[in-house]
């Protein structure tokens, strides 16, 4: 089982144009990573993790924190095991890994028919990745700018700020098994 943070909002945003459907994501940032914090809170549980090992992928360090501590608090340390795309920070990958005790590296893997779709994936990362809305795009000064350190906790604080026990309900409403209505 896999927790990631984030979606596509742009291809989201575009399929949902296209087929005349309301928009499946959340509106805005805070509210994505709100809710991420909110499956983690809900599956770092004993109960959740005592027949699968929980992937957490992400590269906020702030996030990964805090479901480091939140996983070992519970006891479910041993049931976690991080992820980061390969080749996206190195350096902070290893402060990980030392810090958690291991770090699976993932990477987009095609047939050689297919090589588009994974430099798709990659260019997605990348456009993500410089948005001044990401974490990553101030990994490089987070140590050495404090307005760069403060921007990113005061991120992290707001999206906890929203936290709460409920299940929101879903924006996905539609019946995608169903052919489309045409405008």
Excluded: C
Excluded at 3 to 31: F, Q
Excluded at 109 to 130: G, K, M, Q, T, W
Excluded at 151 to 173: I, K, Q, T, Y
């Amino acid at each position: 089982v896999r927790v990631v943070k984030g979606a596509n909002l742009a291809m989201e945003r575009v399929d949902a144009v296209i087929h005349g459907w309301p928009l499946a994501t959340y509106p805005s940032k805070v509210e994505t990573d709100t809710n991420y914090k909110r499956v983690l809170n809900w599956a770092l549980t004993p109960e959740h993790t005592d027949a699968v090992r929980l992937g957490i992928a992400g590269h906020n360090l702030f996030d990964v924190a805090y479901a480091w501590l939140l996983a070992r608090q519970r006891h479910v340390d041993t049931r976690v095991e991080f992820e980061m795309l390969l080749g996206m920070a190195t350096g902070q990958a290893e402060v990980v890994k030392r810090d958690v005790g291991g770090l699976l590296l993932y990477t987009p893997v095609v047939h050689p028919h297919e090589f588009d779709s994974a430099i798709s994936y990659l260019v997605r990362r990348l456009e993500e990745n410089a948005s001044s809305d990401n974490f990553m795009s101030g990994l490089f000064e987070l140590d050495s700018d404090p307005a760069i350190f403060t921007r990113e906790a005061n991120r992290f604080l707001s999206s906890l700020s929203g936290l709460d026990e409920a299940v929101p309900a879903s924006n996905r409403v539609q019946d995608r098994l169903k052919p489309p209505a045409l405008p």
